[in-house]
Nanobody, 115 residues
Framework: QVPLVESGGGLVQAGGSLRLSCAAS????????MGWYRQAPGKQRELVAV???????GYADSVKRRFTISRDGAKNTVYLQMNSLKPEDTDVYYC?????????WGQGTQVTVSS
């Protein structure tokens, strides 16, 4: 089991920044990829950014050059720095970790961007 605890969501004006954090515990030595997804009511959960064990990253086109994912292996924590936020970035953001060929999800954190 890999419990994930997110923090850092909130309300921000358009153009502002937020930093999300996700701390993993449990069987952390088996974690490979970590990432962030987001989901709006009535819509499918979509990938925002992913980071592998080796530090390779990938982003959704809609967040490239605005969001940055990073990972602190010593603290078993993954971060999502979100800059130049837009109202369309408003969603519940979920942390994800893959470990032992299983996927684990955090509880979600609300990000609201006002225009």
């Amino acid at each position: 089991q890999v419990p994930l605890v997110e923090s850092g969501g909130g309300l921000v004006q358009a153009g502002g920044s937020l930093r999300l954090s996700c701390a993993a515990s449990g069987s952390i030595s088996s974690i490979t990829d970590m990432g962030w997804y987001r989901q709006a009511p009535g819509k499918q959960r979509e990938l925002v950014a992913v980071i592998t064990n080796s530090g390779a990253t990938g982003y959704a086109d809609s967040v490239k050059r605005r969001f940055t994912i990073s990972r602190d292996g010593a603290k078993n924590t993954v971060y999502l720095q979100m800059n130049s936020l837009k109202p369309e970035d408003t969603d519940v953001y979920y942390c994800y970790a893959e470990a032992g060929h299983q996927g684990y999800w955090g509880q979600g954190t609300q990000v609201t961007v006002s225009s």
